[in-house]
């Protein structure tokens, strides 16, 4: 991607396009570093770990873009039955993100008690709390733990492994 964010420059692209491609450059080059630590034996454990993880994970990340939609989409239906100077969602993919951000922890509760709803609002906002935050957030815990397990009991033969 470097020789094209190259080529690009020399051209002289307009910088507001051409900064994107180089953050996400960046951030690949930096990705790539995980390759190289695979070399020590300290830190071959580790990446071991980290692509494990990442290979154990794509079923529950799944089950959590499931819970992030419906749960969005419910706020936004209950956004929506407000008047339009007190929704507190704008769109879908706003709705979706405000779901996401419930899941991570950060709450924006202030236009609840002017909604037309409220106590049904609050239902679903506890409810998406459960289920996002504390239940599918401690399964990952647990998947994590057993990809962690799993990677620990074969260490000393990965270290060969990932050293070829």
């Known amino acids: 991607m470097t020789p094209l964010i190259i080529i690009l420059d020399i051209f002289k692209v307009n910088e507001r396009t051409l900064r994107p491609l180089i953050a996400i450059d960046i951030l690949i080059t930096y990705l790539r570093f995980f390759y190289f630590l695979r070399i020590f034996d300290n ?3 580790l990446v071991r770990i980290i692509v494990e993880i990442s290979s154990d994970i794509k079923y529950f990340l799944a089950v959590l873009w499931i819970g992030v939609v419906g749960f969005g989409v419910s706020f936004f239906v209950l956004s929506n039955n407000n008047d339009d100077d007190k929704q507190f969602i ?3 993919l706003e709705s979706i993100l405000y779901s996401y951000r419930i899941t991570i ?11 037309t709803n409220p106590a049904f609002l609050w239902v ?3 409810l998406a709390t459960l289920f996002s935050m504390i239940i599918l ?4 815990v647990a998947i994590m733990g057993d990809s962690f397990n799993r990677v620990t009991e074969c260490q000393d033969s990965q270290k060969v492994r990932e050293h070829l």
């Not at 922890?105 to 909604?115: E, I, K, R, T, V």
């Not at 957030?137 to 990952?140: A, E, G, I, T």
Request: net charge negative; proline share 4%.
């Open 90 to 92: 704008d769109g879908f």
């Open 43 to 45: 830190s071959s454990h």
């Open 105 to 115: 922890g950060d709450f924006a509760l202030d236009d609840y008690p002017s909604s």
């Open 137 to 140: 957030l401690n399964m990952l």
């Open 124 to 126: 679903i906002f506890i």
